[in-house]
């Protein structure tokens, strides 16, 4: 089992920039696979970026190119989501996840989760 919990979340103007922290605990952090989440009021959950177990991969969708950067410690067992010039459509709670896995590759499907950090940009 592992355990994630992120942090760092908060309200922000509009081009301005947060940094989201997720940190694991339980099982050892540099086997799994990580990626970030968001979820809007009303709409789907969407997948945001992962990063492999080695933080040599990773992987961007493309609304976030450019603007978010996934990274990870695993000394510190912490995964990060760097959110530069946020716009209002951003402002969702945002999850971490982990999956467990072999190579070191992204993956898109996750076993734990987080329970989430919210991040309001107000215009």
């Known amino acids: 089992q592992v355990q994630l919990v992120e942090s760092g979340g908060g309200l922000v103007q509009a081009g301005g920039s947060l940094r989201l922290s997720c940190a694991a605990s339980?099982?050892?952090?540099?086997?799994?696979?990580m990626g970030w989440f968001r979820q809007a009021p009303g709409k789907e959950r969407e997948f945001l970026a992962a990063?492999?177990?080695?933080?040599?991969?990773?992987y961007y969708v493309d609304f976030v190119k450019g603007r978010f950067t996934i990274s990870r410690d695993n000394a510190m067992n912490t995964v990060y989501l760097q959110m530069n010039s946020l716009k209002s459509e951003d402002t969702a709670v945002y999850y971490c996840a982990a999956r467990f896995v072999g190579a070191d590759m992204v993956s898109y499907e996750y076993d734990y989760w987080g329970q989430g950090t919210q991040v309001t940009v107000s215009s």
């Open positions: 339980g099982r050892t952090f540099s086997n799994y696979a």
């Open positions: 990063i492999s177990k080695s933080g040599g991969v990773t």
